[in-house]
DNA sequence: GCATAATGCTTGCATATGCAAGGAATATGC
DNA sequence: GCATATTCCTTGCATATGCAAGCATTATGC
């Protein structure tokens, strides 16, 4: 395991999974919303007009299509998304994000920064941040998933 | 969004999850093994012993404890890991890392450290290689699931 | 020593997710 | 224009996972 290329891609998805375990309980506790439900606000305030058909979310969130229309049904019936069906194809059902919807999201995000300060915090300077967020940005660029 | 703990925990939470999706293809299609059962057999390979109980397992995997139960379970059938119980403690249950078990682990490193090599290479230099990997061993340094 | 608490594991139930099939709408080839 | 293919979404089924309860074993307080 001297393999520099290993060493980080383990560093990398174990650091991940420790963030996202935190995030998940207090996400829940908090927020009532899934680490999940919170990505997908996020997909949708960033996208144009606040909407994304689901096949696209599904490819944005590494997930399927039928997990989307899953996770998007309780969203829609506690008014945190909308249903738009497009004029010129019948088959695109686009997920809109409502005001609602960003409130929540807004109130996730403060819990979100929270979080993130723990878990830089008295670990790295300045300079070594904007050193991580330039290395993260050519590994995220380029994806249309890039929230950033 | 200029909060840069904000970016930056976004921007390694979606770039682990382009690279686990990326293993999780391959492990299946290949090795027949999912991520977290890769990963599983990685915490036994680093432990003393090569084995860990079923509670340690679920602590450092970030699951529950019946999600280590039911994982081990059809691992333990076709002989990747065994069952041993404690001389002193009849409640404890190690799980333990057979011959078979880092056979068909050190095959799926090699996929890992492929897939590894895809993310980074051509990316980062050799010197923004070590940087990375300083700056994300503060994060994991100390927690006792880290594999590095 | 014994009653109670704590620990380690497993199991029933509920939820989350992927895959494959199906239905509806649109695009394509001719 | 029409048959076929493609695209988008949904649904049935199988698997994965967490939580709470339960069981067995060990630790603790007195």
Redesign the pocket.
């Known amino acids: 395991m001297d393999d520099l290329n290993v060493i980080n891609a383990l560093r990398l998805l174990q650091s991940a999974e420790e963030l996202r375990a935190r995030l998940a309980?207090e996400f829940?506790s908090v927020h009532g919303i899934?680490v999940?439900?919170f990505f997908l606000l996020m997909q949708l305030r960033n996208a144009p007009k606040q909407r994304l058909?689901?096949?696209?979310?599904?490819k944005r969130?590494?997930?399927?299509?039928?997990?989307?229309?899953?996770?998007?049904?309780?969203m829609e019936k506690i008014g945190m998304v909308d249903?738009m069906i497009?004029d010129?194809?019948?088959?695109?059902?686009?997920?809109v994000l409502t005001s609602a919807g960003q409130d929540r999201l807004s109130e996730a995000l403060a819990t979100f920064a929270k979080q993130a300060g723990y878990a830089f915090q008295d670990r790295w300077t300045d300079a070594e941040m904007k050193q991580f967020s330039a290395l993260l940005f050519r590994l995220v660029a380029g994806t249309p998933a890039n929230l950033t």
Chains 1, 2 share one sequence.
Do not use: I, K
Not at 88 to 95: G, I, N, P
């Open positions: 309980g829940s899934s999940n439900e058909s689901r096949t696209e979310l599904a969130m590494h997930v399927s299509a039928s997990t989307v229309t899953r996770m998007v049904a309780p249903r497009d010129r194809d019948a088959r695109l059902a686009f997920v």
